[in-house]
Nanobody, 129 residues
């Protein structure tokens, strides 16, 4: 059974930091491209960041560039999202996702929600003004 379990969310003030973790079990983590997505209140799920399995290349949504960092530890089957300089507009439920689909080095394919096969249950991040 495949499981993705996020943790690390919470309530933080503007300018604060949080680190999200996502532990993956039941599949070959090292050959999956991983992504973080979020769903703000009343809005659709949106791309945040992705990291390729092949070369650990990363990409970010423009809204989080320079503030968030995605990383993975294949030995621990864990994906991370370090979030710094948080803003109220970062509020939402954060999800990690995994896919075995391979688009080579064209990382833009991994911005779409529909190419990910497996999702976690989400963790709430709330940034107060």
């Amino acid at each position: 059974q495949v499981q993705l379990v996020e943790s690390g969310g919470g309530l933080v003030q503007t300018g604060g930091s949080l680190r999200l973790s996502c532990v993956v079990s039941g599949r070959s983590f090292s050959t999956d491209t991983m992504g973080w997505f979020r769903q703000p209140p009343g809005n659709e799920r949106e791309f945040v960041a992705t990291i390729l399995w092949s070369n650990f290349d990363t990409a970010y949504a423009d809204s989080v560039k320079g503030r968030f960092t995605i990383a993975r530890d294949n030995a621990k089957h864990t994906l991370y999202l370090q979030m710094n300089s948080l803003k109220p507009e970062d509020t939402g439920v954060y999800y990690c996702a995994a896919t075995a689909k391979n688009f080579g080095s064209d990382i833009r394919h991994y911005y779409a929600t529909d190419i990910y096969n497996y999702w976690g249950q989400g963790t709430q991040v709330t940034v107060s003004a």
